[in-house]
């Protein structure tokens, strides 16, 4: 018979705490279905499966950077483009004050100069106020 049903229950190991301890999971010969759960407890997360074309040496030195990690050639591939972009600051945007400071630099205002655009911007938000008020009333 393909499918059987165990008779005895087994204790659940603690990646299966959510599963009642009575279950009985079908026998399959080829697959010890309480060794290879097939569902994760844990978090889903976003693959993007890709295909490239990498010439032999580049696919010589992944193939050695993934043996000397202990990891698959994925996870050395993840690993290369994280930490090149990292050192290249490909797609990091500035902090907030960083950008502001550099804007700052970029408009080269003297203190007076921007003390009036202060001023002057102070003045005209405080106009557009009262006149806000007046239509209001």
């Known amino acids: 018979m393909l499918w059987q049903t165990n008779s005895q229950p087994r204790a659940l190991s603690p990646t299966r705490a959510t599963a009642s ?3 009985h999971r079908p026998h399959v010969p080829w697959i010890d279905a309480e060794d290879r759960w097939p569902y994760s407890l844990g ?3 976003t693959t993007i499966k890709s295909t490239y074309a990498l010439d032999v040496e580049t696919v010589g ?3 050695a950077l993934a043996r000397r990690w202990n990891v698959s ?3 050395a591939m993840r690993r290369v483009i ?3 972009a ?3 600051a490909v797609n990091v945007a500035p902090e907030p004050l960083q950008a502001l400071d550099e804007l700052q630099k970029m408009l080269a205002l ?3 100069a921007a003390a009036r655009w202060s001023s002057q911007v102070r003045a005209d938000r405080r106009a557009g106020s009262r006149r806000r ?3 209001t009333r």
């Open 82 to 84: 994280r930490a090149s």
């Open 110 to 112: 003297a203190p007076a």
């Open 133 to 135: 008020e007046e239509q």
């Open 21 to 23: 301890p009575a279950v």
């Open 86 to 88: 990292a050192a290249h």
């Open 61 to 63: 030195a992944l193939e």
């Open 73 to 75: 050639k994925s996870e």
């Open 43 to 45: 978090m889903a997360t």
